[in-house]
């Protein structure tokens, strides 16, 4: 965000900053990021966009790796025939390289921006419901984000928030209905 922001000559965003845009969907983060009075300039927001795609498709596999411990607990997981899915305000194709590098073979099914509505916006989280013939009730909805508590709240599925995302201090009031610390905390949750 920030290579683009210096490319228009626009103000660097500190870290916190750019980490409470984070998780609205691409074009949200760029709006967010913007100077204010930008900020309604759909022409200025569409054009930041573009440049933002384009810095991001050249560089969003450099350092992206996964969380410590949740390789062992993806593969537990799925050795134990719990069914997994992510749904994501990253665009599904971005989404797709992130699956492909970090853990192929293990998500059933993706559900990202660009295919389906923005989150908090049920509609993904519903249909991974509905296609895998469990009731949203009976759904874990595993996330990082305000955004993530949001949509499971308005799925009617159980929210659990990690810790270690984005924005852990308002994962509770966003609806969480529990938190961990690190990824061997959620094993006991599903009998591992």
Request: net charge negative; glycine share 8%; charged share 25%.
């Amino acid at each position: 965000m920030n290579r683009m922001l210096v490319q228009y000559g626009y103000p660097e965003k500190t870290h916190d900053q750019i980490m409470s845009y984070i998780s609205c969907g691409e074009r949200d983060f760029v709006k967010f990021s913007l100077p204010e009075e930008l900020q309604t300039d759909d022409e200025q927001i569409e054009t930041c966009r573009a440049a933002y795609v384009s810095i991001y498709n050249a560089h969003f596999l450099d350092t992206t790796v996964l969380y410590p411990g949740l390789d062992k607990l993806l593969h537990d997981m799925k050795s134990a025939g719990i069914r997994l899915a992510v749904n994501t305000n990253k665009t599904q194709e971005h989404a797709q390289a992130i699956i492909n590098k970090l853990a192929p073979g293990i998500f059933e099914m993706l559900k990202g921006d660009g295919h389906y509505p923005c989150k908090p916006d049920p509609t993904g989280a519903l249909e991974i419901a509905e296609e895998f013939g469990i009731a949203p009730e009976d759904i874990c909805y595993i996330g990082d984000s305000n955004i993530d508590m949001e949509t499971a709240g308005n799925a009617g599925m159980f929210a659990m928030g990690v810790k270690w995302g984005y924005r852990p201090d308002i994962l509770v009031s966003a609806g969480a209905k529990t938190l961990v610390e690190t990824a061997e905390e959620i094993a006991p949750w599903f009998g591992l």
